[in-house]
C-alpha cells in the first residue's frame, strides 16, 4: 500500500482517528477490529483477507467470521479455489491476490553430493510434516535423496520425532526453525521442494519455489490446485505416501519430468511477481470511492 501512495497504519486492534479503508487480515481474529471500525466508519469501506484457518477451521464453527465477512465490503483470498468454500451471498465481494515473491539473489550453489529436497512449514498436524520423511524412506538404494525439514515445532512430540529421523536416516534432516532469509535460500539452491499439507490458505512456499524455479511436489488440495491448476502433473492424494515416492524419484532421476513441473507453473510465476501483486492491489482500491 505504501507504493501507491498511501500511508498505513499497522495495530493488533482497531485504533481510534480518521482512516478511510481498513484491511483485516484474519476473519475471526480481526472481528472486534471490523465491527468497531464499521460502526464508527459506517461509510468507509472494510477489507477482511481470509487465512487458511479462517476457511478451513473456523469457517462454520464460529459466528465471529461470518459477521466479519458480512460487514465486508470486499472478502480477499489468497487462490481463486478457495471461493467455492464461501456462501453463494459471498461471492460478489471475493477478489483474488496472490502473493508475490522475490528472486533470491546471487542464486546459492546446489548440492552436488545429494539430491536436496526441502519441506519447509512450522511442524503442526494439518501439515502432515513428515510424509515426504516416510516416502523417502521407501526410495530404491541408488536414490541420492535427502530431505532437508526446516521450521518450527509447536509440541514437544513431533520434535522428537523428527530429531529421531534424523539420527536414524541418512535421508532426513532436521534444521528447525532459520531466519526467513536462510530458509528461502535453502529453498532456492534445493531440487525440489515438497507441500504435503492436508489443507492450506495460501502458501507462501509455492510462490518462493515457482519464483526461483524450484520444482514443487505437492498434495492435492484446493489451495494447490488454484495456484498450480487441477492438471499440474506433481500431484498426490493427501497422505499417499506410495505415490510421493515415485514423485520423488521420478523427480530425481528425469530432468524431463523436473522441466515439465517449471514449465506448468510458468504463466503463473508472472503473476507472482511484486509488481503484478502491487498492481492488483492498485486495482483493487480503486474500486472504493474516498
Known sequence: MLKLGHDVTVANRCRSGSFDLLIALHAR???????????????????????????????GQSKKVEESLDRADRILLLEPKAGVKLAKRYQKKIRVIYQSASLVRPRPKRLTRWFEVTVIGHLRPVKDPFRTAHA????PADSRIRVVQIGRTLDRS?????????????????????????????????RVTVLSSKSEGGPAVLSEAIVNSV???ASRI?????????????????????????LLYQAE????FRRQLLESTREMKQKLQPSFEVNAWRTLVDEFDF
Open 215 to 217: 520444482p514443487i511436489l
Open 158 to 190: 513431533m520434535e522428537l520425532t523428527a530429531r529421531s529421523l534424523t539420527e536414524k536416516y541418512s535421508r532426513y534432516k532436521f534444521l528447525g526453525a532459520l531466519s526467513h532469509l536462510e530458509t528461502q535460500r535453502r529453498l532456492a539452491r534445493s
Open 29 to 59: 481474529k480481526s472481528h472486534e477490529a471490523v465491527v468497531q471500525f464499521n460502526k464508527r466508519n459506517s461509510r468507509k469501506p472494510v477489507i477482511v483477507a481470509m487465512t487458511g484457518t479462517d476457511l478451513h477451521c473456523d469457517l
Open 253 to 256: 532421476k528425469d530432468s524431463l
Open 222 to 246: 484446493h489451495a494447490t490446485e488454484g495456484i498450480l491448476g487441477e492438471a499440474y502433473p506433481g500431484m498426490f492424494q493427501v497422505g499417499d505416501t506410495r505415490h510421493l515416492t515415485e
Open 136 to 139: 523417502a524412506l521407501g526410495l
